[in-house]
């Protein structure tokens, strides 16, 4: 069935360094793949997204990566500061059902 | 603020009862989308709503079932409580099914 993993599951990094989160889809007609950061108790808001069509995006220090031959997707964070600490969450879908299946989180720590 | 809310914010009810979960999507948009988080769990997707119509069922169980008024609202039923049940439920809307998708703040349920 569909499925997306997410490693890791936890990440701290110092602040200024780089966070990489990496996911892998099991269904090959996924499409597009955001990605969403969830503070404490709060909803998850879309930071990031891509679609089939590109290999990468940019968005000032986040980044996002799609390799559609591996079927995997991954979230670049650089020069991370203490408020990029979140649980973030990757989810791929597809044409036709539009839902998102997520990944399992990586809780990102960044260390002062 | 993603312009979706719900209501109530938190909801303490006992097991067996009924409760009902409403959501208002962003002015525009046709699709809602319902999600439940169970503690330190990822996002598990419940079901979705077009326009008025089902359109995607996820993992929801027999005894949770939900509708989409001509108004766009949407409500989501929960009976027959468990105390597995309790959790954070969002929901989100998109102005398409192929577009992103927008958290409300989220309703958490505590079945005691």
């Known amino acids: 069935g569909e499925n997306v993993e997410q490693h890791p599951s936890t990440l701290s990094v110092q602040e200024g360094d780089s966070a990489v989160i990496k996911c892998t889809y099991s269904?090959?007609?996924?499409?597009?793949f955001p990605w969403y950061k969830q503070e404490l108790g709060k909803r998850p808001q879309l930071i990031i997204d891509?679609?089939?069509?590109?290999g990468e995006k940019k968005d000032q220090r986040i980044a996002v990566t799609l390799n559609k031959t591996a079927k995997h997707f991954s979230l670049h964070i650089t020069e991370t500061q203490p408020e990029d600490s979140a649980v973030y969450f990757c989810?791929?879908?597809?044409?036709?059902?539009?839902?998102?299946?997520f990944g399992t989180g990586t809780r990102l720590k960044v260390l002062a | 603020d993603s312009g979706v809310t719900q209501t109530p914010k938190h909801l303490i009810t006992a097991t067996g009862q009924r409760v009902t979960l409403r959501c208002s999507p962003r002015s525009g948009d046709l699709s809602v989308y319902w999600y439940q988080q169970s503690l330190d769990q990822g996002l598990q997707f419940l079901i979705q709503y077009y326009n008025g119509e089902e359109r995607a069922k996820g993992n929801i169980l027999e005894r949770f079932s939900a509708q989409q008024f001509p108004d766009l609202h949407s409500e989501l039923n929960l009976s027959s409580l468990e105390l597995g049940d309790s959790a954070l439920y969002f929901c989100?809307?998109?102005?398409?099914?192929?577009?992103?998708?927008?958290f409300g703040p989220g309703t958490r349920l505590t079945v005691t």
């Open positions: 989810a791929a879908s597809r044409p036709g059902t539009y839902k998102y299946i």
């Open positions: 269904d090959s007609a996924s499409n597009y």
């Open positions: 989100a809307s998109s102005f398409r099914q192929d577009w992103e998708q927008y």
């Open positions: 891509i679609r089939s069509n590109v």
